[in-house]
């Protein structure tokens, strides 16, 4: 066990964490993110503090995280977002003390390129449940890492509330308590690990339970497997940036530089142990990605360990390296390959921005239309919800998807014409193999809104 920090390295950690909430705070201001899930994240928060009845935003449920949402729901998207960036920062502080309780010499700079990483950076200035639930698996894992096993059961438990995902974690932290614990204490320490884990996760869903039963437990895939290029970007540059991925990949050409290092590092009982903690929980998270590739942000559990074994089997200064990359990458794109500083972040927020004059453009014209209509709105449709607390403009209908040509006819009998947004006819012929044009609906006159990167419909 590495021995309590000196006073000048926990100023050196408090003053980082400042830094990196600061680095948050620009950003938290336009609408509850670009994921239309942030939005309905809000739209079951406001229904959960209205009522008190639990509502899932979608299944299978967020409960501890949607709960948490409902004290902020009705305050401006700025303080639910800025509720996020506060979990982005005890997760850099927590991955910090991991990084040091595993011997790594440079624990805050990987710990600086984590924070920043893009997929860390991006989902920490939103209303989304990505970065709550990785502070959760983060703290479960040091509290594991300072035998605390029945800590890390209920902490890991609350981050299961927050993301169900999260869950997989369990295996390579028990794997962690059997590697480095005598048979008899390892038997014992993984019982309270996994009972309170076990107990905490049920006490959790147990408002997912009684609204919704034991269906409750479903996903939803969008559409077909997504194509292999989108798969790519989703899981490589979307992660890490364009300049992150250069920093990866120039990091595997040297290998053979720093060979003898790895070896000598791996000599080190305790350091291989925590490289089967990272790849087991690297493992899991890829394999999740893989088989529903929607979201970029699914990988997000795995950036952590992915550091975390680059710091501990490569030379500080390799790992420096990589990690400068890394907090340049949100900043820096390329374009043509010419660097630009329309990095992630930039774009990110340009896609926000565009989100909210394209919702109020909508709603708009949509108030204009002469008789009824039904929008077909597709991913747009919580935003209008939220900003119009509901799905009616007048004697207008916002809808998500038309289902099938009879529900295309039940709209047409109650006397209304059908409208659809621009690109959601795309998604609608992807989702129900369904040509809004060819059944007589048109699209809106809107301009289209700028589009998160590989995005294909939500």
């Known amino acids: 066990?590495?021995?309590?920090?000196?006073?000048?390295?926990?100023?050196?950690?408090?003053?980082?964490?400042?830094?990196?909430?600061?680095?948050?705070?620009?950003?938290?201001?336009?609408?509850?993110?670009?994921?239309?899930?942030?939005?309905?994240?809000?739209?079951?928060?406001?229904?959960?503090?209205?009522?008190?009845?639990?509502?899932?935003?979608?299944?299978?449920?967020?409960?501890?995280?949607?709960?948490?949402?409902?004290?902020?729901?009705?305050?401006?998207?700025?303080?639910?977002?800025?509720?996020?960036?506060?979990?982005?920062?005890?997760a850099f502080v927590l991955f910090a003390l991991i990084a040091r309780e595993l011997g790594v010499r440079r624990y805050l700079l990987i710990a600086l390129a984590f924070a920043m990483t893009p997929v860390v950076y991006l989902s920490s200035c939103c209303t989304m449940d990505y970065i709550p639930a990785l502070a959760g698996q983060l703290a479960a894992t040091y509290a594991l890492l300072r035998r605390r096993p029945m800590l890390a059961g209920l902490l890991l438990g609350l981050s299961i509330g927050c993301r169900i995902t999260a869950g997989a974690l369990a295996l390579p932290l028990g794997l962690w308590i059997l590697l480095t614990t005598a048979p008899r204490p390892a038997v014992r320490q993984c019982l309270a690990f996994g009972i309170t884990l076990l107990l905490v996760s049920v006490l959790c869903f147990l408002p997912v339970l009684r609204r919704y039963g034991t269906d409750f437990f479903v996903f939803y895939d969008?559409?077909?497997?997504?194509?292999?290029?989108?798969?790519?970007?989703?899981?490589?540059?979307?992660?890490?940036?364009?300049?992150?991925?250069?920093?990866?990949?120039?990091?595997?050409?040297?290998?053979?530089?720093?060979?003898?290092?790895?070896?000598?590092?791996?000599?080190?009982?305790?350091?291989?142990?925590?490289?089967t903690l990272a790849v087991v929980a690297i493992a899991l998270y890829l394999v999740a990605f893989l088989r529903l590739p929607d979201e970029s942000g699914y990988l997000l559990p795995a950036v952590p360990f992915v550091l975390l074994a680059i710091a501990l089997l490569t030379p500080p200064w390799v790992a420096g390296a990589v990690a400068l990359a890394l907090m340049l990458s949100s900043w820096i794109a390329f374009d043509h390959g010419v660097p630009t500083l329309d990095g992630p972040i930039i774009e990110d927020h340009l896609v926000r921005e565009s989100q909210q004059r394209s919702t109020r453009a909508v709603i708009d014209a949509v108030a204009s239309l002469p008789g009824r209509a039904a929008i077909v709105s597709g991913w747009v449709l919580p935003r209008i919800t939220l900003a119009l607390d509901g799905d009616q403009e007048g004697p207008h209908q916002f809808i998500y998807l038309v289902e099938d040509p009879a529900d295309y006819q039940h709209y047409l009998a109650e006397g209304r014409e059908l409208y659809y947004l621009p690109g959601v006819d795309l998604y609608e012929s992807q989702a129900h193999d369904l040509e809004l044009a060819e059944l007589g609906a048109r699209q809106l006159a809107v301009p289209r809104e700028r589009q998160r990167p590989a995005s294909t419909g939500e």
């Open 1 to 90: 066990m590495i021995p309590a920090a000196p006073a000048r390295e926990r100023l050196a950690l408090a003053l980082a964490a400042v830094a990196v909430l600061l680095t948050r705070l620009p950003w938290i201001g336009s609408g509850y993110g670009s994921d239309p899930d942030g939005y309905r994240v809000v739209i079951a928060a406001r229904q959960i503090a209205r009522t008190g009845v639990y509502e899932a935003s979608r299944l299978p449920g967020y409960p501890v995280y949607e709960y948490l949402s409902a004290l902020s729901a009705t305050a401006a998207p700025w303080v639910s977002n800025a509720v996020t960036a506060l979990f982005s920062v005890a």
């Open 222 to 275: 969008n559409g077909g497997y997504p194509p292999l290029d989108v798969v790519y970007t989703r899981a490589l540059p979307l992660v890490w940036g364009q300049l992150g991925l250069l920093g990866l990949l120039a990091l595997l050409c040297a290998a053979p530089g720093y060979y003898r290092f790895t070896r000598a590092a791996l000599d080190d009982p305790r350091t291989r142990y925590a490289l």
